[in-house]
């Protein structure tokens, strides 16, 4: 009974603990609902079934799309997901497991999960996630790991570009007076690498000259108020080997608070070389300003580079106006092939000597100039570029055309009185013939030989300045050569008992050539062998026809020629210089006028010679 009676009051004490409870819950479900920290539950299939505010914000989804998914949709990494799910159905509580959120907006947010399982009576009811945001700790994390990973690059790339620039470094504390060098600097200085430094070391090695001269530039750079800043060039005497070496030193300092020096820096490098350079090239350049002829450096595609003070005073141009612009600016109209011609020798690395040609001045006048060119090469062998040294040889050219002139004139003067000389001897030799007086016929006979000699002279000299003057002029005709070999070695078989002149097969052909010229060169080699055979023998004159073409040639068994000289032969004035061909008069202008007639037919005179055992000089004429 009077359990029945206090009912009433228990029912009310429940209701009000009833009461309570429901507004624990509602506070605890409004608390979890606001709370700061993202939360959700799974349930056992792993469907989202409830999450907070702070969960949704993180994600960015709403309340609708969120619940009722499966939570692997959220998740970027589905391995991660797939091993929470495994861990949380095996009974395990998760405490800050790593994972990876997918946002709406496709970013990806690093989080930690924390989650367990909520059971009742055994049975899995879902499980309690905490996610914890980390995104902004792990991008911090990886923006100081790129950081670091930065710095250990460029830190090994500047200690390789101080290897391959053979760059020492040094530091020197002026407070304790510590120096460090590194390998490269002591290896600069000459010093061992395990060999300590002191600043008394390093004073030493300093040229005794320069010694002063650095002692004060240190002492400016550390002393307070400074910019810190050391740059300096100086000499030192290596200590290996003593050998003096000129480095480039740069350095800087840092002070303290007070201003007191408290760290010196620097690095030094070795610019022997390049100072050796320097040297050589300021005295080149010395050099070359220096010089009176013109030198010129020019592109392979003959764009000049560079202009020395004789070229400014050879052609009128200054080095700004000619710098970058084309040679050709020198070549007057009329010769603007000679460029491509001298080229094409140039880049096959052959030289152009003593080229004799003309160039325009800035004023329009011309220049007579004989050029060099060589090709400049770099250190593999490749053609860069081409230097030119013109020399002004106006005058010289000048000088010779007087020369020639009077020889000219001189030649033409004695040919008419000689012309009437030969033909009195003549008259005089026919009539003394007559009267029988052998003495005075042989005596003219020989006067006359003379005469002749000296008129061929002349006709040499006036051939030779009608040639320089381009009047030399080619008749071609086509005639029979044997009367013509025939009549030339019979002349040239009255000039010498000592030789005998043997003609060879020379019958019934025909060539097309100047026959006066022709009889001219077949003459002048007659007369050489001659002159060059003093002991007498044979001299043979004679012909072979080949590929469409006759071979003349001219043989004789006298004194020969050397290699050396037979290159320079047919050049104008060119005798060969020997002892024993010193009695032996000429002017060195007869194979030179016998090269330039052949060279009118388009053909080229040859010599086969040794010393001491005859020669054979030929040719070739078109049938
Ligand atoms: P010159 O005979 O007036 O000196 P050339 O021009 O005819 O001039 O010849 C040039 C040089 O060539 C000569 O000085 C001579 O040394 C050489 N020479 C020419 N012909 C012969 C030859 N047949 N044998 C040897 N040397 C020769």
Redesign the pocket.
Known sequence: MEKLNDLPERLARCEKENEELKFRVEELSDFLENAAVPLHWVDGNGMIIWANQAELDTLGFTMEEYIGTHISAFHADQETIQEILNRLTNNETLHNFPAKLRRKDGSIRHVLISSNVLRKDGKFMHTRCFTRDVTPMIQEAERKSDLLNELKESEARLKMAIRSTNLGTWDWNPVSGELYWSDECKQIYGLPPDQPVTFEVFSDCIHPEDREHVQQAIQKSIARGSDGNYDIIYRILRFSDGLTRWIKVQGMVSFDDEGEAKRFTGTVLDITDRKEAEEKSAWLAAIINSTDDAIVSKTLESIITSWNASAERTFGYTAEEMIGQSILKLIPADRQDEEPRILSRLRKGERVEHFETRRVRKDGSLLDVSLTISPVKDELGNIIGLSKIARDITEKKQEEQRKHDFVAMVSHELKTPLTSIISYLQVLMARSIKEGNEFTASALARTETQAKKMKTMIQDFLNLARLEEGKILIYKEAFELHPLMKEVAEDAQFQTAKHKIVLQDCDEIIVNADKDKIGHVLM??L???I???PEGGNITIGCVVMEGKVKIY?T?E????GQA?QKR??ERF???N?DK?KS???????????SEILRYHNSKIEVE?KEGA??T?YFYLDL
């Open positions: 002048n080699l007369s050489n062998a002159k060059y055979s001219v004789d006298g004194v020969g020629i000289d032969l047919f060119y005798r060969v020997s061909l032996i008069s000429g002017f060195g202008i007869g194979l030179f006028l016998v010679s005859g020669s000089f």
